[in-house]
């Protein structure tokens, strides 16, 4: 498997525009998971999905944050309008089981700059 | 009070030393302790976990638990410049949540 596949590795985008991350787990994880990274706060758990359904997102805000998952292979996380606090490193997550000793796969994360 | 608490160093330690990073959580109920490591412009990667009271080895990794304390940590032996990296100490507690902390910067030097 390819592992965590995200897209776009890179986005800029200006502020009070529209963005669209993108995710695909690895095959067969039924736990998706949306982090952000950021220097101060470090990684804040935004959301997160068991076998599609949302299982927690109270991380997330929910006036410009949203996130879907409309099949078991892939996953959305929406800002809008984005803005320059915004800016920061967001990791998706997938774990086949999420008990004990069950590692989270993380992807290569994308980087977002609002300006 | 945040869920999980780390210093956020840099901790610097001469090549050869041990290296001792350390965890506080909140969640009395939390299950399971897990350490990621994390590089520069990288994604995390687990390192190790734990989840019962004690010491835990895996090659020059040492996880320690202490529930009552509620204390995690991890010690690595013989430390090498290449393990200079932020190291995260993850918890998951009675949902499936895993929170992070804010991870600790290592700095081994040669």
């Not at chain 1, 590795?9 to 095959?27: A, D, F, N, W």
């Not at chain 1, 990684?43 to 805000?61: C, H, I, Q, R, T």
């Not at chain 2, 160093?9 to 041990?18: F, K, M, T």
Request: contains cysteine; aromatic residues 12%.
């Amino acid at each position: 498997d390819a592992g965590v596949i995200q897209s776009p590795r890179h986005e800029v985008t200006e502020m009070g525009q529209e963005v669209t991350l993108r995710c695909k787990p690895i095959s067969g994880h039924d736990y998706l998971f949306w982090y952000r990274q950021t220097m101060m706060q470090g990684l804040e758990l935004l959301v997160y999905f068991n076998n599609k359904a949302v299982m927690d997102d109270s991380g997330m805000p929910k006036d410009r944050f949203s996130a879907k998952m409309p099949n078991a292979s892939f996953s959305t996380l929406k800002i809008q309008p984005s803005e320059p606090r915004d800016s920061a490193v967001y990791f998706c997550a997938s774990s086949p089981l999420f008990q004990m000793n069950t590692e989270a796969f993380f992807g290569q994360g994308t980087r977002l700059t609002v300006v | 009070q945040k869920e999980v608490e780390q210093n956020s160093g840099p901790l610097s330690v001469p090549e050869g030393a041990i290296a001792s990073l350390n965890c506080t959580y909140s969640d009395r109920g939390s299950q399971s302790f897990f350490w990621y490591r994390q590089y520069s412009g990288k994604s995390p990667e687990l390192i190790m976990f734990i989840y019962s009271n004690g010491d835990k080895e895996d090659g020059r990794f040492t996880a320690q638990l202490n529930k009552a304390s509620q204390y995690v940590s991890l010690l690595i032996r013989d430390s090498q410049p290449s393990d200079s990296a932020t190291y995260l100490c993850a918890v998951n507690g009675n949902t499936d949540k895993l929170i992070f902390g804010t991870g600790t910067r290592l700095q081994v030097f040669p």
